[in-house]
């Protein structure tokens, strides 16, 4: 079935140019001049695509936002918004369109804009009363049960209709790199590549070049041309974690990249038109960083159209338990062992904690447990959360609880992990204890005085199931 766009705009020419290039995508057309005619034509043509001008005779562009969200919320309406009205376009998102256009219209990026929104109409979730999508979805990898999870669900199918910027806003260790892969995998944009960059690993000196691209030779040892993220990100969604660190240079032309929807490689003459939505997303206060100085103001308002926030895990008391399931089940797989299970009173404290380092030190904490219990059942003793929250008070900011700490628990045997010399000590003593055993892994735990699970650990650990 031919798919059907209606154009709002009170100027003929507009509408013919607009019509024009929208037949020949072989598109079925409408048009309106006043907002009376429009929300008729909307009830009437039953459009999968509205395009509207800002100013009309009778209203605004606003006026049709409103009324479609109201109304007929399945059907994206995009805005048509003056040279230079970025402020016009931030509120237009804000009411709900789906995305905007710059007069003079670029043909080109018109194209696209209409051919990633009318997805839209061919996902069938989106066809469900607001509210309702992405909620029940037994596949979302967001695992969870609580009213907050729920929200956080139901929100993010909402915002994977439009294409405003998301400010995605969290603690360490909440998950906002899995938010956003679900706003892309649930958009229009999920064929096209979700592309995660954290800021704050890439070197000042090298990030114009690994955002814009660059062209051979135009810098000491650029040997060959390179895309940039903005075009690796081209149908698809670019997030930029821990954006907060991004320097006030870059900050700068990033602004400039989002408003022009193009960019121009580091050596490069032309800018490049780039289909890109954008998602962002930091640990820190944002609005604290504008007063401080240390983040633009502009592009505060670029990237936080609308705010997201994810909840600690604190606040999703209810889902403690599913969370640990799942994570035993993948750390069973992950070692090719027998999943542990949790005895009653581990249960019940991991009920209790208050978890600062929310999701991500959950995982950790249930991966330390895992080599530590000498049976099938997690006892307290081998969840060790007393010398876990004596560190997480300390880095409470930060929540630095990454992989080196599901080492601690070594202090407690023969062996030391402080150093790199001592892991590789511990290395061979565990090669000898195997080879001496014949690889019996039962008898050479035994000799080195650690569980099989322990064992079975590090072996994974120091990669030496290669050796079989």
């Not at 994977?160 to 790199?177: D, L, M």
């Not at 690994?210 to 903005?230: C, N």
């Not at 380092?357 to 447990?369: K, M, Q, S, T, Y």
């Not at 010398?387 to 930060?398: A, C, P, T, Y």
């Amino acid at each position: 079935m031919t798919q059907r766009v209606l154009v709002i705009d009170d100027e003929p020419d507009i509408r013919e140019l607009l019509e024009l290039t929208l037949l020949r995508m072989g598109l079925e057309t409408a048009t309106a001049g006043t907002v009376q005619d429009a929300l008729l034509e909307i009830q009437n043509f039953k459009p999968d695509l509205c395009l509207t001008d800002m100013k009309l005779p009778d209203g605004t562009g606003f006026d049709v936002v409103r009324y479609i969200q109201r109304e007929f919320p399945h059907i994206p309406v995009a805005v048509i918004t003056a040279f230079g009205s970025m402020d016009a376009a931030v509120e237009a998102l804000k009411a709900g369109a789906y995305d905007f256009v710059s007069k003079p219209v670029d043909l080109a990026k018109l194209r696209d804009l209409v051919q990633t929104a009318l997805k839209l109409s061919q996902k069938n979730d989106f066809n469900t009363a607001p509210g309702e999508a992405g909620s029940s979805d037994v596949s979302n990898p967001i695992i969870g049960q609580s009213a907050a999870i729920e929200q956080l669900k139901t929100t993010i199918a909402k915002l994977a209709r439009s294409q405003a910027p998301v400010f995605i806003y969290g603690a360490s260790g909440t998950g906002k790199e899995l938010v956003a892969k679900q706003i892309h995998e649930q958009s229009p944009r999920s064929s096209g590549a979700f592309i995660p960059v954290n800021c704050g690993a890439i070197p000042e000196s090298l990030m114009e070049s690994e955002f814009f691209g660059h062209k051979k030779g135009s810098f000491t040892g650029a040997i060959e041309d390179k895309q940039g993220l903005f075009a690796a990100a081209h149908h698809g969604t670019l997030f930029l974690d821990e954006v907060a660190d991004l320097p006030l240079s870059m900050q700068v032309k990033l602004l400039r990249a989002i408003q022009e929807k193009a960019v121009k490689a580091v050596g490069g003459v032309e800018e490049v038109s780039i289909d890109t939505r954008i998602l962002s997303a930091t640990h820190k206060n944002l609005e604290d960083e504008v007063e401080k100085g240390n983040f633009r103001q502009d592009l505060y308002y670029r990237l936080n159209v609308i705010k997201l926030d994810v909840p600690s895990l604190e606040e999703r008391g209810d889902d403690i338990l599913l969370l640990a399931e799942h994570f035993l089940e993948l750390i069973a797989e992950r070692w090719q062992m027998s999943k542990a299970e949790l005895s009653n009173d581990s249960i019940k404290i991991l009920s209790t904690y208050s978890f600062p380092g929310n999701v991500r030190e959950l995982e950790n904490i249930l991966e330390r447990a895992c080599t530590l219990a000498d049976g099938e059942f997690i006892e307290p003793g081998d969840l060790q959360l007393s010398s876990i929250k004596k560190r997480s008070n300390i880095n409470v900011q930060e929540n630095n609880l990454g992989n080196n700490d599901l080492y601690d628990f070594e202090q407690n045997s023969n062996f030391s992990s402080e150093a790199p010399a001592a892991h590789l000590n511990e290395k061979d003593q565990i090669i000898n204890a195997l080879n001496k055993t014949r690889w019996n892994r039962t008898a050479a735990a035994k000799t080195l005085g650690m569980t099989f699970r322990q064992l079975r650990y590090r072996i994974k650990k120091y990669e030496l199931d290669q050796n079989l």
